[in-house]
Nanobody
């Protein structure tokens, strides 16, 4: 499975961005997730969604501001980010998992995209 993330950029606080993650290759993916890593910090869970799109989960800091979605026809996962804050600044990574349940730990995702930088200015 190859994952290609895109959509990052520089935005002012309060603004919005939409990240995309296109998946290609043979996959038995059961869920997809977005993680982020700020300088000097560990990679942290942001959001995850079942491959059917029926279930979605969010980390507390982004609840109500971010929305994860999936287009099965395009094999693409999206992360719509709104009301962005400077603390959202990080490299954002998409990942897919073959686990039978949605997981929130980076180590349980087997495939990763290359990361896309999101910078939120105050």
């Amino acid at each position: 499975v190859q994952l290609q993330a895109s959509g990052g950029g520089l935005v002012q606080a309060g603004g919005s961005l939409r990240l995309s993650c296109a998946a290609s290759g043979r996959t038995f993916s059961r869920s997809a997730g977005w993680f982020r890593q700020a300088p000097g910090k560990e990679r942290e869970f942001v959001a995850a969604i079942s491959w059917s799109g029926g279930s979605a989960y969010y980390a507390d800091p982004v609840k109500g501001r971010f929305t994860i979605s999936i287009d099965n026809a395009m094999n693409t996962v999206y992360l719509q980010m709104g009301d962005l804050k400077p603390e959202d600044t990080a490299v954002y990574y998409c990942a897919v998992s073959t686990a039978r349940v949605i997981v929130f730990t980076a180590g349980l995702y087997g495939y990763w995209g290359q990361g896309t930088q999101v910078t939120v200015s105050s």
